[in-house]
């Protein structure tokens, strides 16, 4: 639960700033969102890094920090800032934040975008890392290199060996970071659309070998959606924000498609069926993500997505989850066919999201 929790707040964070900011400042009514989203971050890593913040333990207590829950408290309006102006280092480097003691002062300007919160909040795994650096700096702790962060990042499993196993995993990660780069050098949200969709076309097109179609099955969605609210002026803003939670979650799906191929084809059952497993999550969890942006979608997208998705679970892919995956996604399929509301798909669609992370 705490996890979908994080997600929800996370998507509507980032959607609040997509609405509320023009891009032109992201302070004031882009700021705040900024601010929520650095919260939400740090107070994820302090409920849920135990095993790596414990790691740093002896660190902390140099500081007099007797219990890493205390990094919480620098979690405020009064301590976390932002600024338009350009932030630079002790050695004149531009940097996205600086944190001294009792005080995080985050950059959302436009001079130099790559370094802007408003491109942070695209990158979960990165804005984490810098999150966790700013408060240890916050509380006088040397972090410099990022020394202390990656142990802790690295103890709580969330730093990975970046290298691909296979040649079209390691393609598709070239194609999806040039598709967020074209992203923040785009003129408009007409301009940022297509760069969206030549991406996903690309991806398609080069995935349509064994294990390789993961990658064609998580796009179909965004394409078919693409489809029909391309077609509305007033669904731009809209397609852009679920183009952008797309690509985010592309690299994540890309990754785990890799390691799940590499176990399988080492017929490693247990540990593919792991990673197969977390395939259907972030499957899954762009339905929820789609339908908070879009009240109401077409329920024929809907079905076809779930019915390519069953397609997968009932392949030879992973024997041992195969039933479960096939009962859960069988149950949304008759649901989509008796017509059911998109609320009441929405509310199934978390609690089989729910059931499948119990058994991670």
């Known amino acids: 639960m705490k996890n979908l929790l994080f997600l929800f707040s996370l998507i509507f964070i980032l959607n609040s700033f997509a609405s509320a900011s023009t891009g032109s400042s992201g302070v004031g009514n882009g700021g705040d969102p900024v601010r929520d989203y650095f919260f939400l971050i740090g107070k994820n890593i302090i409920q849920n890094y135990s095993d790596g913040l414990l790691s740093i333990n002896d660190e902390l207590k140099k500081k007099g920090i007797s219990d890493y829950r205390q990094l919480e408290t620098a979690l405020n309006i009064d301590t976390v800032h932002t600024s338009l102006a350009p932030l630079y280092d002790n050695k004149g480097s531009a940097v996205s934040a600086l944190g001294k003691k009792g005080s995080i ?42 020394v202390f962060t990656n142990i802790v990042l690295k103890n709580q499993g969330r730093i990975f060996n970046e290298t691909y196993n296979f040649v079209w995993s390691k393609e598709n990660d070239a194609i999806i970071t040039s598709a967020l780069s074209n992203s923040f050098n785009a003129e408009n949200t007409n301009s940022e659309l297509d760069s969206f969709r030549d991406s996903f076309l690309d991806l398609k097109d080069k995935n349509q070998l064994i294990y390789s179609e993961l990658i064609t099955v998580y796009i179909e969605f965004a394409l078919a959606l693409d489809s029909r609210q391309s077609k509305s002026n007033g669904n731009q803003k809209k397609l852009l924000s679920v183009f952008r939670e797309v690509n985010r979650n592309l690299k994540n799906v890309n990754s785990v498609a890799d390691k799940f191929a590499s176990y ?49 679970a009932t392949s030879d892919y992973s024997p041992i989850l195969s039933q479960v995956l096939e009962n859960s996604l069988s149950e949304l399929e008759v649901l989509i066919k008796s017509k059911s509301s998109n609320e009441f798909i929405l509310r199934n669609t978390m609690k089989t999201i729910k059931m499948l992370q119990a058994l991670k």
């Open 105 to 146: 002062t985050l950059y959302v300007g436009n001079d130099l975008p790559a370094l802007s919160w408003n491109s942070l909040m695209l990158n979960k795994g990165k804005s984490e890392r810098i999150v966790l650096h700013e408060l240890l700096r916050a509380f006088e702790i040397n972090d410099d290199n990022f």
């Open 264 to 312: 399988a084809t080492a017929n490693n059952d247990q540990i593919s069926s792991q990673y197969f497993l977390e395939y259907f999550i972030l499957c899954l969890q762009q339905i929820p993500n789609t339908l908070f942006v879009f009240n109401k979608i077409d329920q024929e997208d809907l079905l076809h997505y779930i019915q390519s998705l069953r397609a997968l």
